[in-house]
């Protein structure tokens, strides 16, 4: 059963997505909390060390694209998406937030749930889509 339930693609996104979450959260938690290095250094090596869970674990398990060729522009358009992300759930917690007053956490779920659909939309269809069998091409 968990097979099958795996077997689909938004189920992978999801398991990735959490995966390169706790990665991020652990180390910025690590640098900042235990070593004591400032919140906003820390943020930016977690974003970088999740970024690359991330890609690695969408590009060959979630999308099942296990072709190296064009990798160098896959990850361009993915660092674009993860960004995209950010500002866009950045965005959404903040009109939550600011205009609606809901709480901060609420917000950052509703905001995630949102940004993962549109990022996963464009992860999909764009830069891990496959025509004829091949990944992207520039």
């Known amino acids: 059963m968990i097979e099958k339930i795996i077997g689909f693609t938004i189920v992978r996104y999801l398991i990735g997505g959490s995966t390169s979450a706790f990665v991020n959260l652990s180390i910025f938690y690590f640098l900042n909390s235990v070593i004591g290095i400032h919140y906003i250094t820390s943020s930016v090596f977690a974003f970088i060390a999740s970024f690359f869970v991330s890609l690695f674990f969408h590009k060959f398990w979630t999308f099942r694209?296990?072709?190296?060729?064009?990798?160098?522009?896959?990850?361009?358009?993915?660092?674009?998406?993860?960004?995209?992300?950010?500002?866009?759930?950045?965005?959404?917690?903040y009109i939550c937030v600011d205009n609606f007053n809901i709480l901060p956490l609420q917000g950052q779920i509703i905001a995630g749930l949102l940004t993962a659909c549109c990022t996963f939309f464009i992860s999909k269809n764009i830069i891990f889509s496959k025509k004829e069998g091949q990944p992207i091409q520039q």
Do not use: E, R, V
């Open 65 to 93: 694209d296990h072709s190296t060729k064009n990798m160098h522009i896959q990850s361009l358009y993915y660092l674009l998406n993860s960004l995209f992300g950010l500002a866009l759930n950045t965005t959404i917690l």
